[in-house]
């Protein structure tokens, strides 16, 4: 029996955790629409929220298949996530 590293238990368990966020992330404004006007998504919002979120997503699964070290793995799906926030924080304005 192989025991993986810290870096490969952590990584088990974001990779999951990543995609349920990616669906809370689109779910939370229709959600937030039925209670608030204060929230008033269109369609092409949800379109560009799930394409950078779904698109971001899919990166860090390629890079993932290609790249075994975890630490690797990690650090670029670190460098996804901030660079999805800030596309979708530039997009808010």
Do not use: H, Y
Request: hydrophobic share 65%.
């Amino acid at each position: 029996m192989t025991r993986m590293s810290l870096a490969d238990r952590v990584w088990t368990v974001a990779r999951p955790l990543s995609w349920m966020l990616v669906a809370v992330a689109l779910i939370a404004p229709a959600i937030a629409m039925l209670f608030t006007s204060k929230v008033a998504w269109t369609t092409q919002d949800f379109a560009a929220a799930a394409i950078l979120l779904i698109g971001g997503g899919l990166i860090c699964e390629a890079f993932a298949w290609k790249v075994r070290s975890a630490p690797a793995r990690i650090a670029f799906s670190v460098a996804v996530v901030l660079l999805v926030a800030v596309i979708w924080g530039s997009a808010i304005n």
